[in-house]
Each structure stands twice: as C-alpha cells, then as structure tokens.
C-alpha cells in the first residue's frame, strides 16, 4: 500500500495512476487527513450494456423488486 500526499502525486500522477491500474492500493492524504483510494474503473461497451437489458430472468427480478417498493 502506498500512501501520498495529494502534491506528491500531483508530481507522479501517470506513475501513480498505472500503479493503480496494475492493482497497488493507492491512497492519497487530502490536506485535512482524509485519505481517498485510487482505483481501476472497468469499461463496458456499449454494446455489452445493451445486451445486459436482453436478460428476461433478470428483466423480472427487476419489475419485482421495483414493484416491491412503491
């Protein structure tokens, strides 16, 4: 685990974005102590979001749980 000031990593950003990226916890200290992680983001195509609506089983366990809490 790594742990940076905010200009710390402010002077490394694409080394410490592709540590990130390669699975290294990567946490910055924000001037008040808080500390905030870095992580990967995985994409999904447009295409491969669309078909995830094709689902018929998955359709109606949403309608049910949407149904469930008006």
Known sequence: MKILSV???QKQLNSVCEEAAAGEVV???LTN???????PVSVISAADLAASYDDP??????????KSSD
């Open 7 to 9: 200009a710390e990593a």
């Open 27 to 29: 946490r910055l200290q």
């Open 57 to 66: 089983e998955w359709a109606q366990f949403e309608n049910h749980c949407g």
């Open 33 to 39: 102590g808080t500390l905030v992680q870095l992580s």
